[in-house]
C-alpha cells in the first residue's frame, strides 16, 4: 500500500512531504478536500493519505434511501445544519452541490413543547431563547404570568463581565428565571447537544448570549438589535433568511461528493492502532501502525478520531495530552424513524417538531416531523417522524434492544401525538459514545489540550471546536491549513 503522490506534477519543491489523516468522517473528508486545494494554490507538493477504520466513509453522517412504498429518505445521524455558521455552506458550493441545497418548508416552522402532557406551540417571535414580539407572547399559555415578569427582568438585570464560563442553566437561571430554564432553555438548548444543562458550557456552545449579554446589557435588547439588522439586511439571497439547510438527496450527498472529488489515497476497512512521535527523525515525524501491522510515515498527522480513541493512540508519546483527552466527555444517542400512511395518522402535529422537556419525565427527548420539516423525505400521502432518546436525558434507553426500544418510542408518540397506527416500517440507528459533550471550562480544556500537542499533530473534529457540520468543516480547513504552514517550515522551498 502506498501514498499517491496528488500534486507529483509540482517542481517548485524537492521534497513531497506526507500529510496523514485519521478518521473518513465530515471533519477528516474536508481536511483532505481543502488540503489538497491549499496545497495546489501554495504550490506545495504534498502526498495525502485519509485512514478510516470502517468500511464506509462519513462516520456520523448517514442517509439511507429506501425504495419502499415509492421512495424515503432516512437521516440516521444529522438531518440539517446551521446556515449562520457559514462553512458547512461554502463545503457544498465548493464541491459544485448548490443545486441541491434545500431550505426547510417555510409555512411549517412552528416547533412545540409538551408542557403537563399537552402540546404548546412555542409563541411567534421566540428567537431560540427570547421573545421578540410581545403580544404572541403575552397570550402563549408557555409561560405563567409569574414567569413572564421574571423573564422581563432580563431587561434590568445587570450584565456579566468577568468573563467567566458559566452552565447554560446558570445563565437561563440569572438571565430568565427557572421557568424559562425548564420550558424553553433546556428542551431547545440542551436537546440540540444532547447534554445536560446543568453541565452544558454556555461559552463553548452558545457563546453568542454572552457577547449579546455584554454589548446590549440583555438578552432581549439584543435579539431586537438583531431583528432590526435582519430587517436592514433583507433582500439578501433566501439561504441566509433560515436558519437551517439540508441536501435534496440528504446529508450523505456531502460525503459522495467529497469522496469523489478527493484525490489522496483513501483506506477504508482499516484503523490505526498506534501513532509513534520522533521529532529527531529527518526521515520522518511520525510513523503510524495500522490495523493490519503495516505502517506509514507522516511529516504531519490530522487527528479527526473520537478524542478517547485518539487518547489511546497518543498514550505512549504524549500521556499527558492522552489524559486530557479522556475527559472529554461522550454521551450515546439513537434516532428512530418511523414511517405512516397519512391517511393512518392525520395530522399529529402542525409544525416541524416537538421539544420535551426534562421535567416531563419522558422516555424520549424530542421528535421531528421529518415529512413536513424538508421536501423530498417521504412520497405523497405519507409521513415520516425522526424520534430522539438517550443522551445525558434518558440513558437508560441506550440499554434497550430494538424492539423494546420501539416499542417504548410508540407508546410515547401514541400518549403524546396519538399515533396509534402500526408504522409501515421503522429504523433505528445507534450512535454509542458518539456525541461529545463540552461541559463547563470546556474552552479553558482546549487550550490546554493544544498546548500538548507536538509540532506537526493537529486535533480536529467534533470533539474540540463545535459539534455542528459547519464547525467540523472549518476545524478540517484549519487544521488543512496549519499542517501546510508546518510542512512549508520544515522544508522551506528551494528553487
Ligand atoms: C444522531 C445525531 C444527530 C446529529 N444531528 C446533527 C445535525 O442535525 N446537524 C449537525 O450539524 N450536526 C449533527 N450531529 C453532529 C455531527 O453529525 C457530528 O458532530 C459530525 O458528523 C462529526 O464528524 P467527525 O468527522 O468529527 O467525527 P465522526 O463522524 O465520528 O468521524 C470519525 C471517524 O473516525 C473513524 N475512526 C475511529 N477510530 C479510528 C481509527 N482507529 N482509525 C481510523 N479511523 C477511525 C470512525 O469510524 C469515523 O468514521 C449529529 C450527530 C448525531 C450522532
Given amino acids: 500500500m502506498s501514498a499517491v503522490a496528488t500534486l507529483d506534477d509540482l517542481t517548485s519543491t524537492s521534497h513531497s512531504s506526507r500529510i496523514v489523516i485519521i478518521g473518513g468522517g465530515i471533519t477528516g473528508l474536508s481536511t483532505a478536500f481543502y488540503l489538497e486545494r491549499m496545497a495546489k494554490t501554495q504550490g506545495v507538493a504534498v502526498t495525502c493519505t485519509l485512514i478510516e477504520r470502517s468500511d464506509r466513509l462519513g462516520g456520523k453522517i448517514l442517509t439511507e434511501k429506501?425504495?419502499?412504498?415509492?421512495?424515503?429518505?432516512?437521516?440516521?445521524?444529522?438531518?440539517s445544519f446551521v446556515a449562520q455558521k457559514p462553512w458547512g455552506v461554502e463545503l457544498v458550493h465548493d464541491l459544485g452541490l448548490s443545486d441541491q441545497l434545500m431550505m426547510p418548508n417555510r409555512e411549517q416552522q412552528k416547533v412545540y413543547v409538551l408542557l403537563k402532557g399537552k402540546l404548546c406551540a412555542m409563541p411567534d417571535g421566540l428567537q431560540l431563547i427570547?421573545?421578540?414580539?410581545?403580544?404572541?407572547?403575552?397570550?402563549?399559555?408557555?409561560?405563567?404570568?409569574?414567569?413572564?415578569?421574571?423573564?422581563?427582568?432580563?431587561?434590568?438585570?445587570?450584565?456579566?463581565?468577568?468573563?467567566?464560563?458559566?452552565?447554560?442553566?446558570?445563565?437561563?437561571?440569572?438571565?430568565?428565571?427557572?421557568?424559562?430554564?425548564?420550558?424553553?432553555?433546556?428542551?431547545?438548548?440542551?436537546?440540540?447537544?444532547?447534554?445536560?444543562?446543568?453541565?452544558?458550557?454556555?461559552?463553548?456552545?452558545?457563546?453568542?448570549f454572552r457577547t449579546m449579554e455584554e454589548k446590549y446589557g440583555s438578552l432581549t435588547r439584543g435579539m431586537l438589535a438583531m431583528r432590526r439588522q435582519r430587517k436592514q439586511s433583507q433582500g439578501k439571497p433566501q439561504a441566509a433568511t433560515s436558519p437551517f439547510v439540508s441536501l435534496r438527496g440528504g446529508i450523505e450527498e456531502l460525503v459522495q461528493a467529497l469522496k469523489t472529488q478527493v484525490q489522496c489515497d483513501v483506506l477504508t476497512g482499516c484503523g490505526v492502532t498506534a501513532l509513534v512521535h520522533t521529532p529527531d527523525n529527518a526521515e520522518a515525524a511520525y510513523h503510524i501502525t495500522l490495523d493490519n501491522r503495516e505502517t506509514l510515515q507522516a511529516d504531519a498527522?490530522?487527528?479527526t478520531t473520537p478524542s478517547y480513541i485518539t487518547a489511546d493512540l497518543v498514550e505512549k508519546f504524549q500521556p499527558a495530552l492522552a489524559e486530557g483527552l479522556r475527559r472529554i466527555r461522550y454521551v450515546s444517542t439513537a434516532t428512530v424513524s418511523l414511517a405512516y400512511?397519512?391517511?393512518?395518522?392525520?395530522?399529529?402535529?402542525?409544525?416541524?417538531?416537538?421539544?420535551?422537556?426534562?421535567?416531563?419525565?419522558?422516555?424520549?427527548?424530542?421528535?421531528?416531523?421529518?415529512?413536513?420539516?424538508?421536501?423530498?423525505?417521504?412520497?405523497?400521502?405519507?409521513a415520516l417522524v425522526r424520534v430522539f432518546v438517550g443522551g445525558s436525558r434518558t440513558p437508560e434507553m441506550m440499554q434497550r434492544d430494538d424492539a423494546e426500544m420501539l416499542n417504548i418510542v410508540r407508546e410515547e408518540l401514541r400518549s403524546m401525538l396519538k399515533i396509534d397506527a402500526d408504522p409501515i416500517f421503522s429504523r433505528i440507528y445507534r450512535w454509542p459514545d458518539a456525541q461529545p459533550q463540552y461541559d463547563v471550562g470546556h474552552l479553558d480544556h482546549m487550550t490546554q489540550l493544544a498546548a500538548l500537542c507536538p509540532a506537526g499533530f493537529y486535533l480536529s473534529g467534533s470533539a474540540y471546536h463545535g459539534v455542528g457540520i459547519p464547525d467540523c468543516v472549518k476545524q478540517g480547513k484549519d487544521a488543512a491549513a496549519q499542517a501546510i504552514a508546518h510542512i512549508q517550515e520544515r522544508f522551506p522551498v528551494s528553487i
Avoid: W, Y
Avoid at 429506501?66 to 438531518?79: C, K, N, T, Y
Avoid at 456579566?160 to 428542551?187: C, H, Q, S, V, Y
Fill in 301 to 303: 498527522v490530522v487527528v
Fill in 130 to 208: 427570547v421573545p421578540t414580539k410581545i403580544l404572541p407572547f403575552a397570550l402563549s399559555p408557555m409561560i405563567s404570568p409569574l414567569g413572564k415578569l421574571r423573564m422581563a427582568m432580563d431587561l434590568f438585570i445587570p450584565p456579566k463581565r468577568d468573563g467567566a464560563d458559566e452552565t447554560l442553566a446558570e445563565f437561563m437561571r440569572r438571565r430568565l428565571g427557572n421557568e424559562a430554564l425548564d420550558r424553553i432553555g433546556e428542551p431547545l438548548l440542551s436537546g440540540i447537544h444532547s447534554s445536560a444543562a446543568e453541565r452544558q458550557s454556555l461559552l463553548a456552545t452558545f457563546p453568542r
Fill in 66 to 79: 429506501i425504495d419502499q412504498h415509492g421512495g424515503f429518505l432516512i437521516e440516521g445521524g444529522p438531518d
Fill in 341 to 382: 400512511r397519512h391517511s393512518d395518522v392525520g395530522e399529529p402535529l402542525k409544525g416541524f417538531g416537538l421539544v420535551i422537556p426534562r421535567t416531563e419525565r419522558r422516555r424520549i427527548n424530542a421528535c421531528t416531523m421529518t415529512s413536513r420539516k424538508f421536501a423530498h423525505r417521504a412520497p405523497d400521502d405519507h
